[in-house]
């Protein structure tokens, strides 16, 4: 069974920057697993569906949301299992848990939900204005 552990999260003020972190524990078959899967970030404010954020495949071949592009970026460090969203320009509407997940293959879709396997407990972010 994988874990996937967020942490990185906390309140900001609009325009602020945030980099949220994704350690992945408990794989069996493979050591790096990052390097395995194709992983993503969702978020979910109150009220909201569930939102994609960005992927990145096991190539290393991202996709964005539209509302974060230009001011995000995925990556991941495959030698420590850890997948890392960095978000600049924030804005009030970034307001949101923020959700680690892995799909268990080596593609994804971004913003299926139900395509990811994997989720983590979420990493709240609040941005003032």
């Known amino acids: 069974q994988v874990q996937l552990v967020e942490s990185g999260g906390g309140s900001v003020q609009a325009g602020g920057s945030l980099r949220l972190s994704c350690a992945a524990y408990?794989?069996?078959?493979?050591?790096?697993?990052?390097?395995?899967?194709?992983m993503g970030w969702f978020r979910q404010a109150p009220g909201k569906e569930r939102e994609g954020v960005a992927v990145?495949?096991?190539?290393?071949?991202?996709t964005y949301g539209d509302s974060v592009k230009g001011r995000a970026t995925i990556s991941k460090d495959n030698a420590n299992n850890t997948l890392y969203l960095q978000m600049n320009s924030l804005k009030p509407e970034d307001t949101a848990m923020y959700y680690c997940?892995?799909?268990?293959?080596?593609?994804?879709?971004?913003?299926?939900?139900?395509?990811?396997?994997?989720w983590g407990q979420g990493t709240q972010v609040t941005v003032s204005s």
């Open positions: 990145i495949d096991s190539d290393g071949r991202t």
């Open positions: 408990g794989y069996t078959y493979s050591v790096y697993y990052t390097y395995n899967n194709c």
């Open positions: 997940a892995a799909s268990g293959r080596r593609v994804c879709t971004m913003g299926v939900p139900n395509e990811f396997r994997y």
